[in-house]
């Protein structure tokens, strides 16, 4: 039989285990949204703005700002929506696109950290060939590889999971469309959709994290053999705002791995820290602990309010 669909909508159930809280989360989910795009806002602008910061490294936070700014996008907005009192009633074409959008920006944010990570392993491994190796349209072409990768995964998770026949109950018991949330509501079988899904997402995480274990072997290795303690502390330095945001991105999904059971709300916690607390963490890390970063923005910032008076 052909496969067709008979659901017009889904109904987003939200967030298991809060009901009573949904004026709080509207509030808090708020702020770290706006604080979000105001934050990664700020990071663009100066690195834009400042010549000195027009380097390889800063094209490729300039690019993971941009995704930190689009990444929450996707179901933050509904997300509020409904949170505020607005129905929970998502289109189905809503619904795909969510999924799609989702897994393009997720994967190709694991793929700009290894990117970032092989840019820091060239950097510390071999300084004087640096600006050679990481050429502008090197930097360009890995960028676009990145999104390009992110697109051609999103595109087979969603085609696997939308040619199913969606035809009975139409309540996600989620905040958002995942895959393991609208599958279940398939009026076909979908353990096809189920294996790709589960086998595409964990390889790819699998090896986008191993890029960057290596590369961070290799970085490790480096610094250990750099004699003076000053020279280890300005190589370790530069490493490690972004140690520390793959920590923040990769440390919750571990999490959901290694739990005994099953835990919906855990589960959900851990996407939320994914889609919108690590892309804040992301603006409060390369803000606060990058000199060239904070500098410019101060330049930026005196720039304005000189033009006001």
Not at 87 to 95: A, E, N
Not at 199 to 217: E, H, P, Q
Request: hydrophobic share 50%; net charge positive.
């Amino acid at each position: 039989m052909k496969n067709h669909t008979l659901l017009k909508e889904f109904v987003l159930l939200g967030i298991p285990q809060t009901e009573g809280l949904e004026t709080m989360l509207f509030v808090i989910f708020s702020f770290i949204y706006l604080f979000t795009l105001l934050g990664n806002l700020l990071i663009l602008i100066a690195i834009i703005s400042s010549s000195t910061l027009h380097t390889p490294m800063y094209f490729f936070l300039g690019s993971l700002s941009i995704f930190d700014m689009l990444f929450p996008s996707v179901n933050c907005p509904k997300m509020l929506s409904y949170l505020s009192g607005q129905s929970r009633v998502i289109s189905y074409k809503g619904c795909a696109a969510q999924l799609f959008f989702y897994h393009f920006l997720g994967s190709t944010e694991g793929c700009l950290y290894s990117v970032m990570a092989y840019d820091r392993f060239v950097a510390i491994c071999h300084p004087l060939r640096y600006m050679l190796i990481m050429k502008p349209g090197i930097c360009v072409s890995l960028v676009m590889g990145a999104w390009l990768v992110g697109c051609l995964q999103a595109t087979i998770l969603t085609s696997f999971t939308f040619q199913l026949t969606y035809c009975g109950p139409n309540q996600v018991d989620y905040f958002f469309c995942d895959i393991p949330a609208v599958l279940p509501l398939a009026c076909t079988e979908s353990a096809l959709a189920q294996r790709v899904g589960s086998i595409n997402v964990g390889l790819l995480a699998l090896m986008l994290l191993f890029s960057v274990c290596v590369s961070y072997t290799r970085i490790g290795i480096a610094i250990l053999r750099i004699h003076s303690a000053e020279g280890r502390q300005k190589a370790f330095s530069i490493c490690s705002a972004h140690l520390t945001a793959i920590l923040c991105a990769y440390g919750p999904v571990i999490l959901i791995y290694v739990q005994p059971a099953p835990n919906p709300l855990l589960g959900a916690m851990v996407q939320i820290l994914n889609n919108i607390v690590s892309p804040m963490l992301n603006a409060l890390i390369y803000s606060l602990r990058n000199k060239e970063v904070k500098r410019s923005l101060r330049r930026v910032f005196l720039n304005v309010f000189t033009v006001q008076e």
